[in-house]
């Protein structure tokens, strides 16, 4: 009741308050909603390239199961399982079949990746080599124009047999 009351004090103070909360409330919203669908969208792409990967695995992959358990992909089954590799030598070898739903990480790359991969590359080589020719240009000095020699002249005050004689 306190709280009526005081807002009730405030706008008969000053009528703009209200609709200083309405606005705030209004960007507060329209934050929120900005954020979800960015969100959705960067979730869609990373869905996509997850499938790509999964569907790239060959044996010799190296991967990680939901349950944490890490191995290498020995074998493709046609009912979407895969048979993976785990332990070494020394502490003996599992075989393990999986489904592919089962795969949390892989090394395996679907083509968008590669892609991606590929664009980052060539933007690295762009950006050192656009620094190399930076620092070339900073190690060699501009060349300073070229003036000529003035001719030699005693500082005795004698003149040379050429000059003529100083009138006074």
Known sequence: ???FQLLAEEETKN???????????????????????????SSKRDNKEYAEAIE???PGNKIMTRGGLCGVVVEL?????????TGSENSGKSYLKI????????????PSQ????????????????????K????QVPPAA???PEAPETQQDGAGSEDDPPAED
């Open 1 to 3: 009741m306190l709280i």
């Open 15 to 41: 009528p703009w308050s209200s609709y200083v909360g309405i606005i705030m409330l209004v960007v507060l919203i329209a934050f929120l909603v900005f954020l979800l669908i960015r969100s959705g969208s």
């Open 56 to 58: 790239a695995l060959r």
């Open 77 to 85: 089954c046609d009912d979407d399982t895969v048979v993976i590799e």
């Open 99 to 110: 489904a592919k739903d089962g795969i949390y990480q892989t090394d395996a790359k679907g």
């Open 114 to 133: 590669i892609a991606r991969e590929e664009i980052e590359e060539k933007r690295r080589a762009e950006k050192e080599a656009r620094k190399a020719q």
């Open 135 to 138: 620092e070339q240009r900073a």
């Open 145 to 147: 124009p070229e003036v």
